[in-house]
Nanobody, 125 residues
Framework: QVQLVESGGGLVQAGGSLRLSCAVS????????MGWFRQAPGKEREFVGS???????????DYADSVKGRFTISRDIAKNTADLQMISLKTEDTAVYYC???????????????WGQGTQVTVSS
C-alpha cells in the first residue's frame, strides 16, 4: 500500500521561503505523476504543480500560472520524495498543501488516486 506523507509546512513572512516534502512509502509504480495541490479556507482545491514519473526517470514539470517562477518541484530518487520549493511567498499562498500521485499528467485532482494528509502553510504580511 503506497502512502504519501507531507512535511515542512509552517508560518513564514511574505517574501520568505519554505520547502515542503512528500515522502512516498510502499511500492512505487512506473508512469506515475506526483502533484501538489492546495486549498485555502473557503476556496476550492487548486492545482499547484506536478512532476512526471516514468519510474522517476522523467522529471518534466508543470506549474499553475500563479506560482510559476516562484515554486519548483523536484524529486529525490534515493529518498523517494517529491519536494516543493517555494520562494517569494505571498499571503495568498496561505493554504493547506497536499501531495498526490496519479497515473496521468493532469491538473485535475480527480485524476490523482492517492493523497497525503496535507500540511499547513501560512504566509503573514
Amino acid at each position: 500500500q503506497v502512502q504519501l506523507v507531507e512535511s515542512g509546512g509552517g508560518l513564514v513572512q511574505a517574501g520568505g521561503s519554505l520547502r515542503l516534502s512528500c515522502a512516498v512509502s510502499g511500492p512505487t509504480y512506473d508512469n506515475y505523476v506526483m502533484g501538489w495541490f492546495r486549498q485555502a479556507p473557503g476556496k476550492e482545491r487548486e492545482f499547484v504543480g506536478s512532476i512526471r514519473g516514468m519510474g522517476w526517470r522523467n522529471g518534466s514539470t508543470d506549474y499553475a500560472d500563479s506560482v510559476k517562477g516562484r515554486f519548483t518541484i523536484s524529486r529525490d530518487i534515493a529518498k523517494n520524495t517529491a519536494d516543493l520549493q517555494m520562494i517569494s511567498l505571498k499571503t495568498e499562498d496561505t493554504a493547506v498543501y497536499y501531495c498526490a500521485s496519479g497515473r496521468i499528467v493532469s491538473r485535475d485532482g480527480r485524476h490523482f488516486d492517492l493523497w497525503g494528509q496535507g500540511t499547513q502553510v501560512t504566509v503573514s504580511s
